[in-house]
Nanobody
Framework: QVQLVESGGGLVQAGGSLRLSCAHS????????MAWFRQAPGKEREFVAS????????LYADSVKGRFTIFRDSVKNSVYLQMDSLKVEDTAIYYC???????????????WGQGTQVTVSS
């Protein structure tokens, strides 16, 4: 059984940076594509970024392109989301997910973490 545990969320001012971490355990990390999604209050959960098993192909939502970077460390069995130039509209709960196929669809991902809150103040 795959388990995902996120950390690194918090409160930051607009323009600042945060790095989210997601620790993967239970099954071979390298077999999975990894992604980050987010959900703001009253909104649907939306795609943020994904990466294939070897960081070979990374995909980003248009809203975060150029500001966020997803990368994974196979030694630490973890995936990260470096978030720079944060905006108030980035405020949401951020979820880590793993699945067999990378991409922006929630249905690609069978395993989800519990989420970590990111709040960006103006």
């Amino acid at each position: 059984q795959v388990q995902l545990v996120e950390s690194g969320g918090g409160l930051v001012q607009a323009g600042g940076s945060l790095r989210l971490s997601c620790a993967h355990s239970g099954r071979t990390f390298s077999a999975y594509a990894m992604a980050w999604f987010r959900q703001a209050p009253g909104k649907e959960r939306e795609f943020v970024a994904s990466t294939t098993w070897n960081n070979g192909t990374r995909l980003y939502a248009d809203s975060v392109k150029g500001r966020f970077t997803i990368f994974r460390d196979s030694v630490k069995n973890s995936v990260y989301l470096q978030m720079d130039s944060l905006k108030v509209e980035d405020t949401a709960i951020y979820y880590c997910a793993s699945g067999v196929v990378a991409g922006s669809e929630k249905s690609h991902y069978a395993h989800w973490g519990q989420g970590t809150q990111v709040t960006v103040s103006s």
